[in-house]
């Protein structure tokens, strides 16, 4: 799948098949974080990979807006360090991974920001680094509509060189 097909087609997944992510797969959702590009290349991050089910049980009673991810065969928690460009950098991450696995046919849903400390003792994580959020990656338990986004006219959202100027 092409990049811009992935952006044109992703879609909030929240319910997975009872299916794992094949390793291979699941390498290269990670990978595609650990590649993202960072301010100063200064990369502040940590990316926890976890497939061990009683571990996503766990988490998805710690994120609030993620109970999904206790049914999810895959998740990546992203930390931050304490910098200015740290949510940012992450973020960049996540949209790479979302995309790596959607181009996959896995699907995946930003859960959590912040506020997530509950994660650090589950997991180990020094007191150094912040959850930002999780990420649940699986395959879709029934089809999603690709492609059927609903969002405000292009023309609402997008000017050309100065703010109001149709990009036409």
């Known amino acids: 799948m092409e990049v811009f097909e992935a952006v044109r087609t992703d879609l909030a997944v929240r319910e997975f098949q009872d299916k794992p992510v094949p ?40 994120a609030r807006s993620g109970p999904y991810i206790a ?28 995309l790596t696995a959607w181009s996959e046919g896995i699907g995946s849903n930003w859960a959590g ?3 997530l400390e509950g994660a650090n003792p589950v997991l180990g994580i020094p007191d150094n680094l912040e959850v930002l959020c999780i990420v649940p990656f699986g395959y879709p338990a029934r089809p999603v509509g690709k492609g059927k986004k609903q969002r405000k006219p292009f023309a609402h959202v997008v000017s050309r060189n100065r703010f109001g100027q149709p990009f036409e």
């Not at 290269?28 to 089910?53: G, K, M, T, Y």
């Open 113 to 115: 920001f912040r506020n």
């Open 23 to 62: 390793p291979d797969a699941a390498r290269r959702i990670v990978e595609a974080a650990w590649l993202s590009a960072s301010a100063a290349n200064r990369q502040p991050w940590h990316f926890i990979a976890v497939d061990d089910r009683d571990t996503l049980r766990q988490l998805g009673g710690i």
């Open 71 to 98: 049914g999810a065969p895959f998740a990546v928690v992203v930390c931050i360090e304490d910098t200015d460009f740290a949510v940012s950098d992450a973020s960049r991450a996540v949209q790479s991974m979302v």
